[in-house]
């Protein structure tokens, strides 16, 4: 259930509210809003307690929450959440854009990537250091050693980074070097990685399950929520179905629908649930249009032949700049903001196709 305070409650009387909530053995969730406070109720509560919080002073409201997930429902946290990562804000009406290769594979190849990334107008430069494949003989990544090359290469040119956690031995480390931690599908529901997730404040970008319910999946960002890691992203990259010639078939409507369900801010990743590079510029034009709050694209210098992984979804440099350009003008008439800044025109001149 949640508590939903009279407008413009004072700090010590939300305080003696959450202090009764907690001595019932249960715990208390506060979100904020512009004139008040919703506390959310987590646990086996008394059947009681409800109508007790009801009489109490400076509680309005007490309503109860069906859903099997709390803190991730809009019903608990009725505006959209917005997380700040050095100053790039993701959610509400921001527009977020996420580039970079499949994986990491050398030093000169992520500084390259990197620069591209930023001159494009890009604000968060991705990678891949551990890589979970479908088959054990394919590249599974450079490890600890990739995640020192994107960190420099993303401090190099004042982008934020994000990388791929597939273990929670491996989450501290992840977090040492990377801004956001991202959960691959295959991950979504390795609870125990997701517990571990909930006990960092790094943000984390969860992606959907090949075949999870929108339930399902904002019930594994409950598991991180719940832990105390208030920092999550959803992310749509397509669902398995009988369709073959896409890689996935791009639930577009998950962006809506899982923005009317819940708070936390959607990003949407075109060149998964494609997986066909010539699809990649039109599905990302496509999110915005939706609501996507951003998009995670691959993109390589030479993806037909030097790239280890997902090279026929990932754009040339030239495909992924133009697609920027363009999602600057399409932003502004679908609610977003984005702002590719001032492209040096020399930006690309030493990259050849």
């Known amino acids: 259930m949640i508590v939903i305070t009279s407008p413009h409650l004072s700090e010590e009387r939300i305080r003696e509210i959450v202090g ?9 969730h506060l979100s904020r809003g512009v004139d008040r406070t919703v506390i959310g109720i987590i646990g086996k509560a008394d059947p009681h307690l409800a109508e007790h919080l009801r009489s109490m002073q400076g509680v309005e409201n007490v309503v109860r929450i069906s859903k099997s997930y709390k803190l991730a429902s809009r019903d608990f946290h009725p505006d959209d959440t917005i997380i700040d990562i050095k100053g790039v804000r993701i959610g509400g009406d921001n527009l977020v854009v996420m580039g970079g290769p499949c994986a990491v594979e050398t030093p000169e190849q992520i500084d390259e990537i990197a620069r591209l990334v930023k001159a494009a107008g890009g604000q968060v430069l991705r990678g891949g250091a551990f890589k979970p494949r479908t088959g054990p003989y394919s590249f599974q990544g450079i490890g600890v050693e990739g995640l020192k090359w994107m960190k420099d290469a993303g401090e190099k040119y004042g982008l934020l980074t994000i990388t791929e956690v597939m273990t929670p031995e491996y989450v501290d480390v992840c977090a ?76 577009l409507a998950a962006v809506p629908a899982v923005q009317q369900l819940s708070h936390l801010p959607v990003i949407a990743d075109p060149s998964h649930a494609t997986g066909r590079r010539e699809l990649v510029e039109s599905m990302a034009k496509a999110s915005v249009a939706a609501g996507a709050n951003g998009l995670i694209i691959e993109m390589h210098t030479d993806p037909d032949n030097s790239a280890t992984g997902d090279g026929v979804q990932s754009l040339f440099p030239d495909q992924f700049a133009r697609l920027l350009k363009e999602l600057e003008q399409l932003a502004p008439l679908c609610g977003k903001q984005f702002s590719t800044g001032k492209q040096p025109a020399e930006a690309f001149v030493t990259w050849q196709k």
């Open 20 to 28: 009764h909530i907690e001595k019932q053995g249960v715990q208390a």
């Open 176 to 251: 040492e070097y990377a801004d956001i931690l991202q959960i691959g599908t295959r991950n979504m529901q390795n609870f125990d990685l997701l517990r571990k997730l909930g006990t960092i404040r790094t943000p984390v970008l969860l992606k959907r399950g090949m075949s999870a319910t929108y339930d399902e999946w904002l019930n594994a960002a409950e598991y991180i929520l719940a832990g105390g890691n208030p920092n999550v992203m959803l992310c749509e990259r397509g669902i398995r179905t009988f369709e073959t010639y896409t890689r996935n078939t791009f639930d």
